[in-house]
């Protein structure tokens, strides 16, 4: 049986360097920086005190005033960036099966600020009746697949997805296999994350996860840097709607790209650390290239992790070259945490939407704050520079805590 082609007909972004795909890709090229110090809560007593953070972005722009009172952060950006997709997309109410129009949408962490005010809520009175009505589907994860759905009135398959740092990938993913097996001619897929909170700083600083370069925060998201020391949290969404190739060519939808192979794989290791040398990570590169059928030699550009932890950006720059062996000093890669930090479960949707936009305008924004390359770190990460470069084939990464590791392989249809 032939399988059925998955392209890529819209996509929306709300990110800390800017809110919808042009400014957002304007950003990248021009290499903004979206980390400044934190303005959510008072940080005195916090190891790290900044992190890259929407900014101006106003949901009553989109929403209305009491609906956006009853969802979390997280679900607001969702919500719009699906809004945007849409728009996108060209797609309207008319002539579109909403049966066979689907709905994978993750968070990491889900609603963490509608978790910790509830909390503080509840303890400073003593009485659940202070509770709001509103607090569990305001919190849970799943929310903005359903959300989603209920305002597009889209009934296909619908579920969230949580597996960490690779979660929006996973959701693309699954959205891709649903696709290419019958199950939907279209699917809303990506992720959202809202959880730059004092939970969640606190929780990874005591980690020793984040960066605590207080003095430096411009310069703390820098993979592959020798110097790194920690992540950056960041926060929005990246959401994509997938159609069917034919579906798309009969209402004449603009495609972006065709998405040929994924690689989905587990490490089997650690709760946080990744396998040694990469391993899990390069299965996953490989499945994805066995999947879409062509060389690993094909692969143009890879839109990598790159966290800017220790561990990550040399077992990530192992796992390329165990994959790719020569080929690998060939590639162009890049990190755009180094601009937009580390969104969580929204990293892949934001990455992915990254690399899309790369390949059709075959530019590679640079990976900024790139001073001095690890030694063990010797590829091609387009430090400080965009790389001018046509791109057929190019592969983005997410790498999950608890050893979730997903690699999205596109290609540029030509059509």
């Not at 919500?79 to 579109?96: H, K, P, Q």
């Not at 963490?112 to 009746?129: G, S």
């Not at 990246?238 to 159609?243: D, F, H, P, R, S």
């Not at 470069?389 to 590791?405: D, M, P, Q």
Request: net charge negative; aromatic share 8%; glycine share 10%.
């Amino acid at each position: 049986m032939n399988k059925r082609r998955v392209v890529v007909t819209g996509m929306g972004a709300v990110t800390p360097i800017g809110i919808g795909l042009d400014n957002f890709w304007e950003a990248l090229l021009n290499g903004r920086n979206g980390v400044e110090p934190i303005t959510k809560f008072n940080t005195d007593k916090f190891d790290t005190r900044f992190a890259a953070e929407v900014k101006n972005f106003n949901v009553e722009d989109y929403l209305d005033k009491k609906e956006a009172r009853r969802l979390d952060p997280f679900n607001q950006y969702a919500i719009v960036t699906a809004i945007m997709a849409m728009e996108d997309s060209g797609l309207s109410d008319d002539g579109v099966d909403k049966e066979r129009f689907g709905v994978i949408y993750g968070s990491g962490i889900g609603g963490m600020i509608t978790l910790e005010k509830q909390h503080w809520l509840y303890f400073e009175n003593k009485d659940p009746h202070k509770i709001s009505p509103f607090f569990v589907p305001m919190m849970i994860s799943d929310m903005a697949a359903g959300q989603i759905s209920i305002r597009f009135g889209l009934k296909g398959p619908n579920y969230a997805t949580t597996s960490a740092c690779a979660t929006s990938s996973h959701a693309i993913a699954d959205a891709f296999i649903l696709i290419q097996r019958g199950s939907a001619d279209l699917m809303m897929c990506g992720g959202s994350e809202a959880a730059i909170t004092e939970m969640s700083i606190g929780g990874f600083n005591a980690m020793r996860a984040l960066s605590t370069w207080n003095n430096r925060y411009s310069e703390a998201s820098r993979p592959f840097d020798v110097e790194r020391n920690g992540f950056v949290m960041g926060e929005g969404a990246g959401t994509l709607i997938l159609e069917e190739y034919e579906h798309a060519r009969k209402r004449g939808a603009k495609i972006y790209v065709e998405i040929s192979g994924i690689g989905l794989t587990g490490d089997a290791y650690h709760i946080t650390a990744p396998s040694p040398n990469g391993e899990g990570a390069a299965r996953s590169m490989k499945a994805a290239i066995q999947d879409a059928g062509i060389e690993p030699g094909d692969v143009d550009y890879i839109n990598a992790h790159g966290t800017s932890t220790p561990y990550n950006d040399v077992t990530e720059t192992r796992a390329i070259k165990s994959t790719f062996g020569d080929h690998a000093f060939d590639l162009v890669i890049n990190s755009t945490k180094s601009m937009t930090g580390h969104l969580l479960g929204a990293a892949g949707g934001v990455e992915a939407i990254a690399t899309v936009l790369s390949m059709m305008n075959n530019k590679i924004p640079p990976t900024i704050n790139l001073d001095n390359p690890d030694p063990e770190c010797d590829l091609n990460y387009s430090a400080k520079k965009v790389t001018d470069k046509k791109i057929k084939f190019a592969i983005s990464n997410t790498f999950g805590f608890g050893g979730h590791n997903a690699s999205i392989l596109f290609k540029k249809t030509g059509d």
